[in-house]
């Protein structure tokens, strides 16, 4: 069930189709992560308490439990990050997860690189929450893009981007949790609070205003992706989607 070794992080696979767990449990380990693996949701959460991982991978279509049944249990009492690596595709599915407490959401068939690049933002953003300051988070850099939270600054290739206060709240937000999709609901109650009818049209303007005045064209995705109908990612810098979107 669980691989020995010496690997700094712990990485718990719940999959019940062997050849893609075993596929993924061979990335993993190949990159010095330790591997804990299970096919069922019982035996995940098991695993989960018997290990303590520092990040789970979880398919959603688990034989004796939805997945979505073990994100609700862990988040009881747990902050430990969850990427969802599922065949549904659907944009309900997608907002579910992530609002009942998955990190990210991954959609098969999927890239190696691709997933390589999530585990490694989650786990240094999950890094940086537990050791404040050891690598210095006051400032977010992505390519040409830096954010100075202290001074609530935003540049691009050094040229200040003159930002409204909500512009600058929702670039930063999205930037502390870089590499992790934020739901359209869970953006708007951390900027504006609850939700009313015209929220998601008052972020979409926020966003279209945040886009143009970094210089992006209609299509270019450098710095923040929208997952449509679901949220959206500010890119991590081992991301990559950014270097070629």
Request: net charge neutral.
């Amino acid at each position: 069930m669980a691989n020995t070794g010496n690997n700094k992080y712990k990485i718990l696979v719940i999959e019940d189709e062997l050849n893609i767990r075993s596929f993924v449990s061979t990335i993993l380990d190949a990159n010095h992560y330790q591997v804990l693996t299970a096919d069922t949701c019982s035996q995940g959460l098991l695993v989960f308490s018997s290990y303590v991982p520092d990040l789970i991978i979880l398919d959603l279509g688990l034989p004796d439990a939805d997945g979505l049944s073990f994100i609700r249990h862990v988040r009881l009492n747990s902050t430990t990050p969850i990427i969802v690596l599922s065949a549904r595709s659907g944009e309900q599915d997608k907002v579910t997860a992530l609002d009942l407490g998955a990190n990210d959401y991954i959609t098969k068939p999927f890239g190696t690189a691709e997933l390589l690049a999530r585990v490694r933002a989650i786990i240094r953003s999950r890094h940086q929450l537990s050791h404040p300051g050891t690598e210095g988070p006051r400032v977010f850099v992505l390519h040409d893009l830096s954010i100075d939270y202290d001074s609530r600054q935003v540049t691009v290739s050094g040229r200040e981007i003159h930002l409204t206060q909500t512009e600058y709240n929702i670039v930063a937000l999205l930037s502390q949790h870089a590499g992790k999709v934020l739901t359209y609901t869970a953006i708007i109650r951390r900027i504006w609070g609850e939700a009313d009818p015209g929220s998601i049209k008052k972020l979409q303007v926020n966003m279209a205003n945040i886009r143009k005045k970094l210089g992006l064209k209609p299509g270019e995705n450098h710095y923040i992706t929208n997952e449509l109908g679901v949220g959206y990612r500010m890119y991590h810098t081992e991301d990559p989607s950014s270097m070629h979107a």
